[in-house]
């Protein structure tokens, strides 16, 4: 009887505090119960020589071993957001925003600039910029950064969502969660429904090529110029220009025709790094890893289809930023960062019931 008594009330006692806690959301229950261990995340106890959290890794390539720099934030063993940005040729730089969210909610993850990009060795060969040799160099990574299905979070922005599909429909096994940002899983749909944001823009006078250069857009004709401009004000940042903050600068600097060219004379908006028969649509069934999509209302990547995506994996959830652009994480910032938080830590309340609640 006493062993029963006990029983009684220890389920009582959980009873009450699920009944407590349920009045919170996964972000205030994770700042009540898990900020007091933020000491795990900053202290660094390894001996290796401490550099910051930065590692050239070693990546095999068809060319040969290149180097891959990456930074690595909190010391979380737990959870570990590898991060994969838009590009090719693009940094980390423009995702260093994530800085001013995870830490203070014990994330640690990883920035990581792909071959050809940043601090990364050049590739100085285009054909290794393909999705099938990308997916094979985060693995790569993740072996070298001890990444696993207990504590791997693979996050992907517009391209790098691209990306992310691809390592998912091979590696899910190595998978913890997935979160496929500002993306499509289909060329045709995305250079379809950005030809219908272009064809709404003012008419111009037609040109060869309006290609983002080092400095912005940079073109012989000031009313494509224009054009152009506006385009991007509307669909990958709505901030005020004169508010860009320098990352963002970095991200349209970095931007080059090998990426993105403008053709207004046939408004098309292609991604030449990418094949124009590149879709996945089919294949989305078979991820079923807990997936966040994230669209915007006035993104490049239709936010319709990204609905349309979580609902075809089998365990997704969906976040739409109603104010944001491609550039979503700064133009809705507050809507897009804690849906990520709350989304990564709805996945680890699964798993570690106890240490978010005791």
Known sequence: MKNVS????LLMLLGSMTAMTSCYSNLELHERRFASKMHKYVEDTSSLVKTGGIRLIPISTPKGSLKVWTKTIGHSDRIKVLLLG????LSHEYLQCMESYFPGKAISFIYYD?????????LKDTALYSLARGTDEIEQLRLALNLNQDNFYLFGHGRGGMLAIEYALKYQKNLKALILSNTVSSSKVYSNYTMQLISAQPAAQPINQVSQQENGPNIENSQDQKRLNEFYSKHVCRLPPGQYPAVIESFFKVQSDSIHTFNSASNAFTTPAEPSNWDRSADLKQITVPTLLIGAKYDLMDPEHVKWMASQVKNGTYLYCASGSHLSMYDDQQVYMNGITDFIYKVYREDHFWDIYF
């Open 86 to 89: 838009s590009g090719p040729d």
């Open 114 to 122: 792909p071959l050809g990009s940043g601090r990364s060795e050049n």
């Open 6 to 9: 006990l029983l009684s009330a």
